[in-house]
């Protein structure tokens, strides 16, 4: 049985109607077209499907979209302000945190997270902050030191 | 990966969750944080025609002091009690326990309610629970009753909550005079979860010797336990190193030990000697 929810994404007020089944990453990717959620192993273990759930980084392979109802979603695509790159995004950018990207919409969602609540982090706490994010290509090495930009240009350095 | 379907209800108090549940309660389940549930609703491996989604009553999510006690509400995230100022300071061994678990995103969703009801053989909480000596406050359409960590875990993913029921509540005394806490894990390197992890809460004489000690190990058996022998060793003792030693040498007396592809039984008793041996050490040099 079909469920009506109600909810803001990036900003946008949606109502649709969906199977209490409907995983949020499905419904993220195949009802509202955001295809820059990625889902990498749908077993709620390489964050590649993080987004932020009312300020809070969660894998969206792991709810359902009936239980987001109320809430607000930003994914990957709410990110850039008219145009301009997120400290994070910056950094992933100058620093080359990425080489396939497949996995850098849920590590700069997830590092986003991370230095709201530690705006100075060591390379110790950032490792430990993208625990839950896996990356097949760089290392991890960039993608610390992106992270790294971040912090210093959102602290005006 | 798709989960069968199922009907999704959102009750507005909890009371209204424990009248949704006894409709059906076989065939009805709570949904908390969803972090043990989903993954199994995914592989099928449950397939509840109800879930009734207590994360949405807001009033359940709390951690307070009241009198000599510390109440913490059932759906209350991982996240949140790594976070707090308050129990970092009159209880830590709960905040270091929630920041053992899993990454960011499962302590942003998970909840300490869900994992003590799931009673994973390898979850955190259960060990934490049993080291304070937790109360467990249930709620079903007889009422309410209140069970001890200790009674609570019964086997393999089985706790006696009984159907129809739900966890609202764990309520901790509050440590006294002076002690110490620590929270010593082995993680499994893809999930985060305990391949063993070891609570240990003290309780000290003025002069440093150890008045008692209460002890929960996780990942070591079908259920996490207290090992009375370790415990019972430390208590009056010195906690000079010989001491410690010997105490963690019953780390699992009499236990039937968990075997999968992962690690053996010996290899994890193994490791909850030498785990239960630094918990203790690091629960001792915490002491104040
Ligand atoms: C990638 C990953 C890594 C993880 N790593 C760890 C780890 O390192 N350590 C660890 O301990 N856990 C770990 N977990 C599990 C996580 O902590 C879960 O959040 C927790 O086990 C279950 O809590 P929940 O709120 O998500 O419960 P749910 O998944 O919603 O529910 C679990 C079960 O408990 C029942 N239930 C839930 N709440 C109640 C209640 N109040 N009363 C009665 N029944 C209830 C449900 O019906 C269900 O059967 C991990 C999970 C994932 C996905
Ligand atoms: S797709 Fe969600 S954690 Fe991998
Ligand atoms: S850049 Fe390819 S997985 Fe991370």
Same mark, same amino acid.
């Given at each position: 049985?079909?469920?009506?929810?109600?909810?803001?994404?990036?900003? *946008?007020?949606?109502?649709?109607?969906?199977? !209490?089944?409907?995983?949020?990453?499905?419904?993220?990717?195949?009802? +509202?077209?955001?295809?820059?959620?990625?889902? @990498?192993?749908?077993?709620?273990?390489?964050?590649?499907?993080?987004?932020? +759930?009312?300020?809070?980084?969660?894998?969206?392979?792991?709810?359902?979209?009936?239980q987001?109802?109320?809430?607000?979603?930003?994914?990957?695509?709410?990110?850039?302000?008219?145009?301009?790159?997120? !400290? *994070?995004?910056?950094?992933?950018?100058?620093?080359?945190?990425?080489?396939?990207?497949?996995?850098? !919409?849920?590590?700069?969602?997830?590092?986003?997270?991370? +230095?709201?609540?530690?705006?100075? !982090?060591?390379?110790?706490?950032?490792?430990?902050?993208?625990?839950?994010? +896996?990356?097949?290509?760089? @290392?991890?090495?960039?993608?610390?030191?992106?992270?790294?930009?971040?912090?210093?240009?959102?602290?005006?350095? | 990966?798709?989960?069968?379907?199922?009907?999704?209800?959102?009750?507005?108090? $909890?009371?209204?969750?424990v009248?949704?549940?006894?409709?059906? %309660?076989?065939?009805?389940?709570?949904?908390a944080?969803?972090?043990?549930?989903?993954?199994?609703?995914?592989?099928? $491996? #449950?397939? %509840?025609?109800?879930?009734?989604?207590?994360?949405?009553?807001?009033?359940?999510?709390?951690?307070?002091?009241?009198?000599?006690?510390?109440l913490?509400?059932?759906?209350?995230?991982?996240?949140?009690?790594?976070?707090?100022?308050?129990?970092?300071?009159?209880?830590?061994?709960?905040p270091?326990?929630?920041?053992?678990?899993?990454?960011?995103?499962?302590?942003?969703k998970?909840?300490?309610?869900?994992?003590? #009801?799931?009673?994973? %053989?390898?979850?955190?909480?259960?060990?934490?629970?049993?080291?304070?000596?937790?109360?467990?406050?249930?709620?079903?359409?007889?009422?309410?009753?209140?069970?001890?960590?200790?009674?609570?875990?019964?086997?393999?993913?089985?706790?006696? $909550?009984?159907?129809?029921?739900?966890? =609202?509540?764990?309520?901790?005394?509050?440590?006294?005079?002076?002690?110490?806490?620590?929270?010593?894990?082995?993680?499994?390197?893809?999930?985060?979860?305990?391949?063993?992890?070891? #609570?240990?809460? $003290?309780?000290?004489?003025?002069?440093?010797?150890?008045?008692?000690?209460?002890?929960?190990?996780?990942? &070591?058996? &079908?259920?996490?336990? =207290?090992?009375?022998?370790?415990?019972? #060793?430390?208590s009056?003792s010195?906690?000079?190193?010989?001491? &410690?030693?010997?105490?963690?040498?019953?780390?699992?007396?009499?236990?039937?030990?968990?075997?999968d592809?992962?690690?053996?039984?010996?290899?994890?008793?193994?490791?909850?000697?030498?785990?239960?041996?630094?918990?203790?050490?690091?629960?001792?040099?915490?002491?104040?």
């Amino acid at each position: 049985m079909k469920r009506a929810i109600n909810l803001s994404v990036n900003g *946008v007020a949606r109502t649709d109607e969906v199977e !209490p089944r409907l995983l949020l990453v499905h419904y993220l990717r195949e009802v +509202l077209g955001l295809t820059g959620t990625h889902v @990498g192993c749908e077993t709620s273990l390489c964050g590649a499907c993080t987004v932020m +759930l009312d300020g809070q980084a969660v894998k969206s392979c792991t709810m359902f979209a009936v239980q987001v109802e109320g809430s607000e979603i930003k994914t990957i695509e709410g990110f850039a302000t008219n145009g301009e790159l997120h !400290p *994070v995004q910056e950094g992933f950018w100058e620093k080359h945190g990425l080489q396939c990207g497949y996995c850098t !919409p849920g590590m700069i969602v997830t590092a986003a997270q991370l +230095l709201e609540r530690n705006a100075n !982090p060591s390379r110790e706490e950032i490792c430990r902050g993208l625990e839950g994010n +896996l990356c097949r290509c760089t @290392g991890y090495q960039h993608i610390i030191e992106a992270v790294e930009y971040a912090a210093s240009k959102t602290a005006g350095k | 990966m798709i989960a069968a379907q199922f009907d999704y209800k959102v009750p507005n108090s $909890l009371e209204e969750a424990v009248s949704l549940i006894a409709a059906d %309660p076989d065939g009805s389940k709570i949904l908390a944080g969803g972090h043990s549930l989903i993954p199994a609703m995914k592989l099928r $491996l #449950a397939q %509840p025609q109800v879930l009734v989604d207590i994360a949405r009553i807001k009033s359940l999510a709390y951690i307070r002091e009241q009198g000599d006690e510390i109440l913490i509400g059932a759906t209350t995230t991982h996240y949140q009690l790594e976070s707090s100022a308050l129990l970092r300071q009159i209880c830590p061994l709960l905040p270091l326990c929630a920041a053992s678990i899993g990454d960011v995103q499962v302590r942003n969703k998970g909840t300490i309610g869900g994992s003590l #009801a799931h009673s994973d %053989p390898a979850g955190d909480w259960p060990a934490a629970a049993l080291a304070l000596k937790a109360e467990l406050v249930l709620i079903g359409q007889g009422g309410e009753r209140v069970v001890k960590a200790d009674d609570f875990f019964v086997d393999f993913l089985t706790t006696d $909550l009984q159907p129809g029921e739900i966890l =609202r509540e764990i309520r901790i005394k509050k440590p006294t005079g002076k002690f110490g806490h620590a929270y010593e894990k082995v993680p499994h390197p893809a999930s985060g979860f305990a391949v063993v992890g070891v #609570a240990v809460n $003290l309780s000290l004489k003025a002069d440093g010797s150890c008045e008692s000690a209460s002890i929960g190990v996780t990942g &070591v058996g &079908v259920k996490a336990y =207290r090992p009375n022998g370790a415990e019972s #060793a430390l208590s009056g003792s010195s906690l000079n190193d010989a001491a &410690v030693i010997e105490a963690a040498s019953h780390a699992c007396d009499g236990v039937d030990l968990n075997n999968d592809l992962f690690a053996s039984g010996e290899y994890r008793c193994h490791l909850a000697k030498v785990h239960t041996r630094r918990a203790i050490a690091k629960a001792k040099a915490s002491a104040k």
